[in-house]
């Protein structure tokens, strides 16, 4: 599975993007797919996780604020991202978690999309 992120870039405090990441290749099985973000220092952040069943997480920080979504027909997963702050400033990156058909769990990683909010 390879994953092509994109949608990132430079917004005033309260203004909205929206995340795309991409998917070509396959997988035996799809576990859940993610949004993280990175800050330069700081550990990677899980912001919005969907299982494959459809349902959906989110840290506290961005509930009522982001919503992740997936289009299957196309294969691209979004991160909508409304009333953005500046703490939202970060690299974002797209995640799945899969796993092959002899039971190996297997992560794939998108190559980041940065986010600046500006206040």
Known sequence: VQLQASGGG????????????????????INSMDWYRQVPGMQRELVAEMTIGGSS????????RFTISRDEEKNILYL???????????????HYDTQSA??????????????TVSS
């Open 10 to 29: 430079f917004v005033q405090a309260g203004g909205s993007l929206r995340l795309s990441c991409t998917a070509s290749g396959s997988a035996f099985a």
């Open 102 to 115: 002899s039971g190996w769990a297997t992560d794939y990683w998108g190559q980041g999309t940065l986010v």
């Open 57 to 64: 997480r989110y840290v506290d920080s961005v509930k009522g």
């Open 80 to 94: 909508q991202m409304d009333s953005l702050k500046p703490e939202d400033s970060a690299i974002y990156y797209c």
